[in-house]
């Protein structure tokens, strides 16, 4: 792979996560008043994203909005820290 290429990844990798916590506060809102079955959906969801932004993302706010759309549908999980950016803090 090619600098450039690498680059254009990075950037991609960075909008992508930019615009995660919009997207969590959204399916959270609309979830909210759905039945249980719905929630779970979503709850899942939020869980598998959750462990990738814990190895990828490098927003701190971003994981904690996750974790934060997790609780509010009723999820009292704790996820594992993993091994990126915020796994020592």
């Not at 930019?18 to 959906?41: C, F, H, M």
């Amino acid at each position: 792979m090619r600098f450039q290429d690498t680059a254009k990844l990075s950037v991609a990798r960075a909008e992508f996560w930019r615009g995660v916590p919009v997207l969590v506060t959204s399916k959270v809102q609309l979830a909210q008043g759905q039945d249980a079955e719905t929630r779970r959906a979503v709850i899942g969801y939020l869980r598998d994203l959750e462990a990738v932004a814990r190895s990828e993302c490098e927003c701190r706010e971003t994981v904690q909005v996750i974790a934060s759309g997790r609780r509010l549908l009723g999820d009292r999980t704790e996820m594992a820290s993993g091994n990126g950016p915020f796994s020592r803090t």
